[in-house]
């Protein structure tokens, strides 16, 4: 089995050896997994084009690592356990032996219908089962699984599909949230209205039972392709380098990126962190709330905790359904001893009030795990208090889409943990902080860009289709290191703080969206002439998106608003829409045209006894305008 450190000098120990010896390090760790051929060389590696290869001349497949090897002595032990959304409805459990079954029948199924190694399957489903199912059966195969979030609007799901050339789209009829009952496969539909001309089959699993359209060229009914298919099938040979999937997330720029993750080193690293950082005991049962269309479900749903063989629970509903204890409910049902959510629920929940936590126990509890975006001291001290008793360590787990697993972590009772802090990076993790010319920021009390010198095995490889863009956005920015867009600081005794994103991306509820992404969807409003979109500090979101607006007609501010949002959730979906959308008559513009977005940044944040020299503006009496727009007074009055 995987190295599991267990005390702070095992820690510094592995942390040594894994800086000095890393080829070494990752070999051991890779020799605890399941290969058909072992690698020739362990690490290949330049950050100038990038080219990184991990393992390479290895063969295996991840899904013998995360269901079969367990088997002989695993077979009947629960590997997935399914909460619905609705509490009095049917827990499903899956064991090793039973997911073993399912995940084959899958895989036949998909074979039957065309799917070959290399294929892109786009996945737009819910929190079902057959979600997990089929990504392991899609890996099973060799086929590359592209998870598209089933909040994304049509248009977000068209493009990501047309991105990547997908084969078949896999969806649902429709999704349980809550008290409500959203359609997908009509979405499904819309996208393909769209243009998706690489589409040949949508492949629909019948969840909530509501009516659809049925498209005879395309459509494809779950239960009637997998009849009859046996539960055995032989797993693909795949090299350690070959693609296992695509997911996308959004940067400075306009367009979403496909970040591109392989199979070995993805498979080693995530099973690894998981082990480290939750130290995940035989027989725990685990529950990461986040939802498979992110990079968290992913990692640590999915690939992490099976490949180590524990037990995770996969939620269909909302943290607030029937009502804000849905999650201690859970906790206490199931017993639940690792429990890993995101901030921006854990400050919703907090909002609600104690009464809802009160009514449970949770004497469960061993670990309590944040990830997605920086968790403020209030909701920390909540977690650590309601929630852990204070007995249970909390991992505020630094790390990104691009990371593939856990990257700047303390491991739960093993290595010192300081509120508000991710600490210290995992064993192979070697971050650093440099200054806008790209110079490393040696010591302690300091403060910079943080960046990773060495590569690690789950990084990113590269983004689906534009290496370029791989290049120039992570690689070139600060020569020979990968630049992760965050600035932070590590304190006196050498913890790093993440103080959040230093490029255009707002971090709303610990979902990434880029300020372009919004503007573009903005702008295609027709009475739109020009916009621009900054985060603001939101009480429970995190960042809340603030969209100043200069429109041709004379449309009011109230109307204005609700087309907006309107706009935004069709062309990305809800998680978009601005919170506050303010006309303007222009932008504050420097000379070279360019919008200043500091100037917003701060009227949003209603810091405007500070702005900074606005005398090199091209036009610094917008500044006052927008200000008395915002209902704020201006500095001279
Ligand atoms: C960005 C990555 C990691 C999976 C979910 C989000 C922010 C993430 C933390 C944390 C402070 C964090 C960063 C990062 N972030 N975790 N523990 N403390 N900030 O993945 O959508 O790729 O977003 O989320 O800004 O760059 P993602």
């Given at each position: ?9 095992e ?59 367990h ?67 899609c ?37 349980n949230?809550?008290?409500?009952q ?74 979403p ?5 392989t ?41 992490g ?38 901030p ?53 787990t ?14 739960a ?83 790093y ?9 707002i ?5 990434r ?67 506050k ?18 100037i ?13 020299d ?24």
């Amino acid at each position: 089995m995987a190295l599991q450190v267990k005390n702070f000098q095992e820690y510094k120990e592995a942390y040594q050896k894994s800086v000095e010896n890393p080829a070494l390090f990752w070999e051991e760790q890779a020799n605890t997994f399941q290969w058909h051929r072992k690698w020739d060389k362990v690490l290949d590696w330049n950050f100038e084009e990038p080219n990184i290869k991990w393992f390479e001349g290895a063969k295996l497949n991840i899904t013998e690592n995360c269901i079969d090897r367990h088997l002989k002595d695993k077979a009947n032990q629960t590997a997935i356990i399914w909460e619905p959304n609705d509490p009095n409805d049917e827990t499903i459990r899956f064991t090793y032996q039973e997911l073993h079954d399912e995940v084959c029948k899958t895989a036949n199924m998909l074979k039957s219908l065309g799917i070959k190694k290399g294929d892109v399957i786009c996945f737009y489903m819910p929190m079902v089962p057959q979600l997990a199912i089929s990504v392991l059966a899609c890996a099973r195969i060799g086929a590359i699984h592209s998870v598209v979030f089933a909040g994304f609007s049509a248009k977000a799901l068209a493009d990501r599909i047309n991105d990547a050339s997908v084969k078949m789209v896999i969806c649902t009829d429709g999704n349980n949230r809550g008290s409500k009952q959203i359609a997908v496969k009509k979405v499904v539909d819309e996208a393909i209205e769209l243009g998706c001309p690489s589409v040949e089959k949508v492949l629909m699993l019948k969840h909530t039972h509501q009516e659809v359209n049925w498209n005879l060229n395309l459509d494809i009914l779950w239960s009637q392709a997998i009849k009859e298919q046996p539960p055995v099938c032989p797993a693909t040979v795949m090299d350690a380098e070959d693609v296992l999937f695509i997911l996308y997330t959004s940067g400075s720029t306009g367009k979403p990126k496909g970040v591109v993750h392989t199979c070995a080193g993805y498979m080693v690293y995530t099973t690894f962190s998981f082990k480290n950082v939750f130290q995940y005991q035989e027989g725990d049962i685990y529950w990461c709330t986040a939802d498979i269309g992110w990079i968290t479900g992913h990692s640590y749903i999915i690939y992490g905790p099976l490949a180590a063989g524990a037990t995770s629970i996969m939620f269909e509903g909302v943290p607030t359904y029937p009502d804000a204890g849905r999650f201690w409910e859970i906790c206490d049902k199931y017993k639940v001893n690792q429990f890993y959510t995101a901030p921006t629920a854990i400050r919703a929940l907090m909002a609600k009030g104690d009464a809802f936590v009160d009514k449970y126990n949770l004497d469960s509890l061993k670990v309590l795990g944040s990830v997605g975006e920086p968790i403020n001291k209030e909701a920390w001290e909540w977690y650590d208090n309601k929630i852990g008793k204070n007995k249970c360590p909390i991992v505020d787990t630094w790390w990104q889409t691009e990371t593939g697993g856990m990257m700047i972590s303390n491991l739960a009772g093993v290595t010192p943990q300081k509120a508000t802090f991710a600490t210290l990076p995992l064993p192979g993790i070697q971050p650093c902080l440099v200054d806008t010319d790209g110079n490393e920021i040696e010591g302690n009390d300091v403060e910079g860009l943080l960046c990773i010198k060495h590569p690690w095995p789950s990084m990113l490889r590269t983004t689906y289709g534009d290496h370029e863009r791989c290049k120039n956005t992570y690689f070139s920015v600060f020569k020979g290191k990968y630049f992760t867009g965050d600035g932070a600081r590590r304190d006196k005794d050498g913890l790093y703080r993440i103080i959040g994103r230093v490029d255009d991306v707002i971090n709303v509820s610990g979902h990434r969206l880029g300020t372009a992404e919004v503007e573009n969807a903005i702008n295609a409003c027709d009475f739109v002439i020009e916009s621009a979109v900054v985060g603001y500090p939101h009480e429970i979101k995190g960042q809340g998106i603030f969209a100043y607006v200069i429109c041709n007609s004379n449309v009011d501010n109230d109307r204005l608003e609700p087309l907006v949002r309107d706009k935004v959730s069709k062309i990305i979906g809800p998680i978009a829409k601005p919170d506050k959308v303010l006309l303007v008559s222009g932008l504050p513009k420097t000379r070279s045209g360019k919008i200043m977005r500091r100037i917003l940044r701060k009227i949003a944040e209603k810091e405007i006894s500070n702005l900074g020299d606005i005398s090199t503006l091209l036009n610094p009496e917008i500044v006052d305008e927008i200000i008395e727009k915002a209902g704020l007074k201006t500095v001279s009055s």
